[in-house]
């Protein structure tokens, strides 16, 4: 059907957003459909405060919340299991059940150096174009150059907010990317 009327979705996806943005005005709403399933984007565009809680005396309580706020990672809650004041959107599909991520998302370059022994810089991956994303206490870079098998994944984690952070990178070389290329 899609292929015979492909506005219909859009004009839909669009009257979504409508209503949501009209149900919580301190949000911008984007919404995708990927792989047959909604995926809704709430980017506040002032300061919100929430409550939010559990329903479950759950020992994994403690866990996803720290996982949701701290991490900045997508946390599965089912229908009714958590409660959220001051945050009608939320409120509406936290009701159902919702896979929810507290994030900050930002475009990030990542320059790799290579140095000799005496300190001297030779040489460098410049201009890596990536994502940084996470929360309070952890976040994390993915990015890499197109058309090169080499790919990057580094996690910044600190204890506690203001601490000094640890770094973990992963490089990853994938040479199927040169497959068929000069």
């Not at 839909?12 to 209503?19: E, G, L, T, Y």
């Not at 409120?91 to 300190?119: C, H, I, M």
């Amino acid at each position: 059907m899609t292929d015979y009327r492909p506005g219909a979705i859009d004009s839909a996806i669009a009257a979504q957003k409508r209503r949501l943005e009209s149900l919580d005005p301190r949000f911008d709403v984007d919404i995708e459909i990927s792989e047959g399933k909604r995926h809704y984007h709430f980017r506040a565009n002032t300061e919100v405060r929430s409550k939010l809680r559990f329903k479950t005396q759950s020992g994994e309580d403690a866990t996803r919340l720290h996982h949701l706020t701290e991490r900045g990672l997508p946390v599965h809650f089912g229908a009714g299991e958590v409660e959220i004041d001051d945050m009608p959107l939320l409120r509406e599909k936290l009701s159902e059940g919702a896979t929810v991520q507290f994030a900050r998302r930002v475009p990030a370059t990542l320059s790799v150096y290579a140095w000799d022994n005496d300190g001297t810089q030779r040489d460098g991956i410049y201009g890596i174009v990536g994502q940084l994303e996470g929360g309070r206490t952890e976040c994390r870079y993915t990015g890499d150059l197109e058309g090169c098998p080499m790919t990057f994944a580094i996690t910044f984690r600190s204890e506690k907010q203001g601490q000094a952070w640890s770094c973990h990178v992963d490089m990853e070389w994938l040479p199927e990317r040169w497959f068929g290329r000069p």
